[in-house]
T-cell receptor, first 115, second 116 residues
Framework: EAGVVQSPRYKIIEKKQPVAFWCNPI?????LYWYLQNLGQGPELLIR????????DSQLPKDRFSAERLKGVDSTLKIQPAELGDSAVYLC?????????????FGEGSRLTVL | AQKVTQAQTEISVVEKEDVTLDCVYE???????LFWYKQPPSGELVFLIRRNSFDEQNEISGRYSWNFQKSTSSFNFTITASQVVDPAVYFCALSDAYTGGFKTIFGAGTRLFVKA
């Protein structure tokens, strides 16, 4: 079974440029998450989708960040314009259910460097 | 409010020694789940163990064991006979319900070094 796939693995851009990250969850997983991981910190939730609906985007900085999950499968996270402080690893995760019981399956992450 | 605290930033052990990683959590819910994840240098967090709030029985799974104590809100994780495959950052996580659904939050992680 294929795991969570993310791309690109690494991205270097200059500040004020746009950037997009793509995530393909494990087949059949209804719930998809985007997490932000700063250096030396644990992952912090940005947005959670149940199928195509964003059920929790309270931590997503909506002035510059946007996300979509069309058709309830893969998802894209966009930053426009990027700022120096956005340098971090962006992790995508999925889980088969919508409850609190299950573990999350993570991709390898997309490491963003903003110069 | 939810909170997960991993007081140990880094731990270094000699190969074949046992090591315990500490985790303290806060939640207002009576129903919640606790997890440990491992993040090797490749970056992908990998699920290790899960425990629900109604089951304080401590278990052993291979070289992993955990000690869940609700009275002290702790969920400590032990690796027995550490090996060279164990170096990674280990995260404790809490999942509980809140208005609007549920949320999984992570501690800051403990980086484990294993010396040969």
């Amino acid at each position: 079974e294929a795991g969570v796939v993310q791309s690109p693995r690494y991205k270097i851009i200059e500040k004020k440029q746009p950037v997009a990250f793509w995530c393909n969850p494990i087949s059949g997983h209804n719930t998809l998450y985007w997490y932000l991981q700063n250096l030396g910190q644990g992952p912090e939730l940005l947005i959670r989708y149940e199928n195509e609906e964003a059920v929790d985007d309270s931590q997503l900085p909506k002035d510059r960040f946007s996300a979509e999950r069309l058709k309830g499968v893969d998802s894209t996270l966009k930053i426009q314009p990027a700022e120096l402080g956005d340098s971090a690893v962006y992790l995508c995760a999925s889980s088969p259910g919508t409850g609190i019981t299950g573990e999350l399956f993570f991709g390898e992450g997309s490491r963003l460097t903003v110069l | 409010a939810q909170k997960v605290t991993q007081a140990q930033t880094e731990i270094s052990v000699v190969e074949k020694e046992d090591v315990t990683l500490d985790c303290v959590y806060e939640t207002r819910d009576t129903t919640y789940y606790l997890f440990w994840y491992k993040q090797p240098p490749s970056g992908e967090l990998v699920f290790l163990i899960r425990r629900n709030s109604f089951d304080e029985q401590n278990e052993i799974s291979g070289r992993y064991s955990w000690n869940f104590q609700k009275s002290t809100s702790s969920f400590n994780f032990t690796i027995t006979a550490s090996q060279v495959v164990d170096p990674a950052v280990y995260f404790c996580a809490l999942s509980d319900a809140y208005t609007g659904g549920f949320k999984t939050i992570f501690g800051a992680g403990t980086r484990l070094f294993v010396k040969a």
